[in-house]
């Protein structure tokens, strides 16, 4: 069983940044996939960011394209969302999830179907 646990989150004002950091209880040199998701009140689940072992481009959804970067620390178990030009609308709680495989849609949006997932970090930002 993987255990995620999130930390970093808290409040900004517009146009500043924040890192949030996804720790994983293990780690696996496995292929795996860990993803960013966020879920505003009275909004559904948005998958943010992904990054999967092995390479390839992360996905990152159009809403945060160029203003969030998804990265992994050296030790791997840990997986960092570096959050800048924040906006109002980026206010959520925001979880980690991880998995094998990351999981996409047939429009190409990041599926929720990931296996492990954290407690979520909100994230509030203000004007």
């Known amino acids: 069983q993987v255990q995620l646990v999130e930390s970093g989150g808290g409040s900004v004002q517009a146009g500043g940044s924040l890192t949030l950091s996804c720790t994983a209880s293990?780690?696996?040199?496995?292929?795996?996939?860990v993803a960013w998701f966020r879920q505003a009140p009275g909004k559904e689940r948005e998958g943010v960011a992904a990054?999967?072992?092995?390479?390839?481009?992360?996905y990152y959804a159009d809403s945060v394209k160029g203003r969030f970067t998804i990265s992994q620390g050296i030790a791997k178990n840990t997986t960092y969302l570096q959050m800048n030009s924040l906006k109002l609308e980026d206010t959520a709680m925001y979880y980690c999830?991880?998995?094998?495989?990351?999981?996409?849609?047939?429009?190409?949006?990041?599926?929720?179907?990931?296996?492990?997932w954290g407690q979520g970090t909100q994230v509030t930002v203000s004007s």
């Open positions: 999830a991880a998995d094998q495989l990351c999981y996409f849609s047939d429009y190409g949006r990041l599926r929720d179907d990931f296996r492990y």
């Open positions: 293990v780690y696996t040199d496995r292929r795996n996939c």
């Open positions: 990054i999967a072992s092995g390479g390839g481009s992360p």
